[in-house]
T-cell receptor
Framework: SQTIHQWPATLVQPVGSPLSLECTVEGTSNPNLYWYRQAAGRGLQLLFYSVGIGQISSEVPQNLSASRPQDRQFILSSKKLLLSDSGFYLC???????????FGQGTRLTVV | KNEVEQSPQNLTAQEGEFITINCSYSVGISALHWLQQHPGGGIVSLFMLSSGKKKHGRLIATINIQEKHSSLHITASHPRDSAVYICAVGRCMDSNYQLIWGAGTKLIIKP
């Protein structure tokens, strides 16, 4: 069966520090991978998606970047965090277009 | 106006009550998703449907494509059903599949 791992679960980082959140998927090949952010009291916002190794599409211009160094690994990064980067970040995968998405447990990021 | 509207925003009910959460959308879609987000933040996909009705345990999801409306029902509600329920509509745009998310309905079931 397929599983998705996302870590860390919580993170408190100072403004200006770097960020690296990692997501890995097991039990499937060539998944579509997604990074979402959920700000307090708001819906999910798609940040990045990837349909293959090295292929990253950005939905919203921002202080963040994503990379997919391996087929089942998706990394969300920032060189210098801003206060506005605080939020709940979710990684997800799907088998293809128009299919169900499965989510990791999320990372609650607080930038102080 | 948001493309996906959920109602109510908040719902508190007693254990055993029949629960209905509504989702209306204004765009053409390929499918509609219902998801459950627990207090810790984890999200679980409940249903993905493009027509008719689906049932899983005590959960039932219906969709009316003509009226652009979907409902999620919970029968014999239980405190463990307390969570945020999120509706999202999916559509194919420029060879990609776009999900448009509702703001969620926070459900509290009291014992």
């Amino acid at each position: 069966s397929q599983t998705i791992h996302q870590w860390p679960a919580t993170l408190v980082q100072p403004v200006g520090s770097p960020l690296s959140l990692e997501c890995t998927v097991e039990g499937t090949s060539n998944p579509n991978l997604y990074w979402y952010r959920q700000a307090a009291g708001r819906g999910l916002q798609l940040l990045f998606y990837s349909v293959g190794i090295g292929q990253i599409s950005s939905e919203v211009p921002q202080n963040l970047s994503a990379s997919r160094p391996q087929d089942r690994q998706f990394i969300l990064s920032s060189k210098k965090l801003l206060l506005s980067d605080s939020g709940f970040y979710l990684c997800a995968w799907s088998a293809g277009l128009s299919t169900e998405a499965f989510f990791g447990q999320g990372t609650r990021l607080t930038v102080v | 106006k948001n493309e996906v509207e959920q109602s109510p925003q908040n719902l508190t009910a007693q254990e055993g009550e029949f629960i209905t959460i509504n989702c209306s959308y204004s765009v053409g879609i390929s499918a509609l998703h219902w998801l459950q987000q627990h207090p810790g933040g984890g999200i679980v996909s409940l249903f993905m449907l493009s027509s008719g009705k689906k049932k899983h345990g005590r959960l039932i999801a219906t969709i009316n494509i003509q009226e652009k409306h979907s409902s999620l029902h919970i029968t014999a509600s239980h405190p463990r059903d307390s969570a945020v329920y999120i509706c999202a509509v999916g559509r194919c745009m420029d060879s990609n599949y776009q999900l448009i998310w509702g703001a969620g309905t926070k459900l509290i079931i009291k014992p």
